[in-house]
């Protein structure tokens, strides 16, 4: 059964469990699901309808269809969010957003993302095959504390065995470009098995996963990044495990393992393309210098739940987390790896990696008050310490160093009813305590080789929220809320770049947090065969975090960033039995201060690094016994970025193209049967990134993927 299901929430700064919460139901008019929606990601007990902010959950199988088709929990997430930004098809996902702004992903809660050094590759740290269902929250807030400003993607995992004994599922797939060329197929194998025997449960599972070259709509090799990694010509190795036991019929403790490994193959290098006649980058038979671009995630969560506890409800986790990703190597860029005491300038060859490590906890304890059952109240503490470095492994060089960040953050939540619940009030304060540790370091040669000083800068702010809620009939609602997003800037990137003498980290100004606030106000209607939202909202930062090219490599800038937009969604039941239309449609416009002239004022538009475009989502969706169907339209917009403040000739143009995806999928007597395809049409077009950010690059000068084709088996038992 499928749920694509968008609510209107104000998000809580509470804790994230892995314990189911109820949720208004909230059904796509192509649902004929009844009853609650669990969404985790609201860590509130209370209904969605409680909550003035926008939250989408995408459930099993409305996941399954759209990762069956891009390949993703990004691509999935990217074809039905329209303020989400177009994905690069690549292993990075620097310069994805939602709604101009980066989003925090997670797992059960769990942030995959380090803050200290952002590699960009925290969306794939899971393999899809154990995600039970993605709730992504939209807009600025300090729900995870650090991250978050654009929103969060939290990949909740496969729960529990419903029944006592042996249950579990099989997943085989195969895929091909649409020549059905040797080095363009791919093939996937994952099971789980799970067992459940009186209040002890055990779910564990495996998965493999082998992809193809990818090839444009002209038939041709997509180019290979060999710095930033590929999912193309890769394979993953996933291991999943879930352990569960019931400590009484309301408290339950539950332990989640996780490793992921995704590493490409290493059979092909890049060969350059030509911006000036739009021949894009290809790949060619070759093997890459040093180690293959590979991406690896560890993570291990033990939450504690009770949701009778002293008349309340307590969740409690502790979790540990650990990436190490490494990029490809390249004699380039040469200003930033070279270094004449090691070897001639222009000879050195290097490469980097990220190491991350994280550890935490999340405790909250949600009630009515006594006496005053209208009002909600929830207290908790969120605990963070994150400890990154970025080296280069060829010459065993630190280019970040070690850097350690640690955060203690009490808060308070409160909900009024009125009204008989046709009013609502939500308001509630987070304060954050943080500290970062940078010992003494030297840059590298290409920075000067400054001594810096370490130091351990300390900041603190009290983030507030607050929101109203009016539904005087049931399934019409409007909201309007205020929330504060927080996070750090890329303090790797501005502690490696330190390019002068006498620098103490203690007084780096440009390490100092980013507080962005996020104010929407919207509308939405659920009733009969009608689902539709609006929101407009806008959000400000005064001291935002923008990366600029800078000779070969982003660095980062901080400047004022303000940004704005509206999203609309519709979906409507037709007459036709089991046939549903949906659009949705965004439009986003970001600014900042790009004259850097000491005037707070913006005065230049973010690039295609920073903001999507505007796009139009067109689907029908169908389903009548055992065979459903969906066919999708992703329109792209066609827009302009001015690149030099007041000057309407200096223009970063993106074209616009659109895709067509098909999905069909037949449930026989053994398992389910699925047939599907990415950009039906084989749309050639030069990708978003490309155009908007490095459109002159003819070694990065990138086309999107062609027509390819999915078949797989999915068996449950």
Known sequence: MSVKCRHTLFVLPMVFGSAPILAQTAVSPDSDLDGPIVVTAARTELPANALPMTVEVLDSETLTQQVAIGGSIVDAVSALTPSFSPTRQKLSGAGETLRGRSPLYAINGIPQTAPLRDGARDGFTIDPFFVDRVEVIYGSNALQGIGGTGGIVNQVTVGPPERDGISGRVLVQGSADTGFSGDGLGGKVAGLLGWRGGRFDATMGAAFDKRGVFYDGKGRRIGTDLTQGETQD?????????????????????LMLSRFELEGEGDY?????DYTIDLPTTSVRGTPPGKTATNRTESAALTLTDSDLWGGSLMAQIFWNRSRDTYGGEVAPIATFQDAALAPIGALFDQSQNRS???????????KMPGFEALTATLGLDLLYDGTEQRLIATDRSWVPPTNY???????????????EKLRLAGGMRYEDVRISIDD???????GGFDVAGGTPKFSDTLFNGGVILEPIKGLRAYASYAEGYTVPDVGRIARAVNQASVDIDDYVNISPIVSNNREI???AKRGPLDASAAYFWSASKNG?????????FEVQRQRVEIEGVEINLAAKTPVPGLTLSAGYAHLIGRTDGSRDGIDKVDRDLNGANISPDRLNLAASYRNGPFSARVQTLLFLSRKFERTPGSYNDLYSFDGYNV?????RYQTGFGALTLAAQNIFDASYIDYYTQTVRPTDNAHFFAGRGRNFTLGWDYRF
Do not use: C, H, M
């Not at 890769?234 to 539950?254: E, I, K, N, P, V």
């Not at 290098?269 to 393309?273: A, C, L, Q, S, T």
């Open 406 to 420: 640690r955060s203690i953050a009490p808060f308070a939540q409160f909900n009024l009813a009125l009204l008989d």
């Open 441 to 447: 370091y030297t840059t590298l040669a290409s920075y």
């Open 269 to 273: 290098v890049p060969e350059n393309g």
């Open 660 to 664: 067509t995806d098909i999905s069909l």
């Open 234 to 254: 890769s394979r993953s190795w996933s291991l999943f495990g879930r352990f569960g036991y019931a400590l009484s019929d309301t408290a339950r403790l539950d």
């Open 522 to 524: 919207g509308v939405e």
């Open 357 to 367: 490590r994280k550890y935490g906890g999340k405790f909250s304890y949600e009630r």
């Open 545 to 553: 975090s923008l990366l600029v090219q800078t000779g070969g490599v």
